[in-house]
């Protein structure tokens, strides 16, 4: 894990990301633990733990507030066909393909020994 904090500025500047949407992840990501954040001099951004310890479906499950791909996955279903439909379990089995894809790549995965992406 590289020691050296990155700022928010930085991160901003060089992927022409608005400062403040980015101050809202990186906050979610602290405060899930994926991000080590520091204030002040010295301070910055750092991965928590090694990329390799990042599962990308984990930060997935972690940051999106609702995986229902469609209104029925919910409780609240107004669907006049949810006690017959099939498409229900067929949506839900590819939901749980994608996550499983995601649960085999970590962080470091995406990264690898590309120079350019570190």
């Known amino acids: 894990m590289p020691e050296r904090r990155i ?7 060089r992927f022409d ?14 405060a899930k633990g994926f991000v080590d954040g520091a204030r002040g001099k010295g301070g910055g951004l750092r991965l928590a ?3 390799s310890e990042i599962g990308l479906g984990n930060v997935v499950r972690q940051l999106e507030p609702s995986l229902a791909l469609v209104e029925c996955f919910g409780t609240q279903s107004h669907c006049l066909l949810d006690p017959a439909c099939r498409l229900k379990g067929a949506l ?6 994608f996550l499983a894809a995601l649960d085999r790549v970590s962080l470091a995965d995406l990264v ?6 570190h």
């Open 7 to 13: 700022t928010i500025k930085e991160v901003a500047e």
């Open 17 to 30: 990301i608005s400062r403040s949407h980015l101050m809202k992840i990186v906050t979610e990501l602290v």
């Open 49 to 51: 733990r090694a990329s």
């Open 92 to 97: 839900d089995g590819a939901l749980q393909a």
């Open 112 to 117: 690898g020994s590309d120079a350019r992406l």
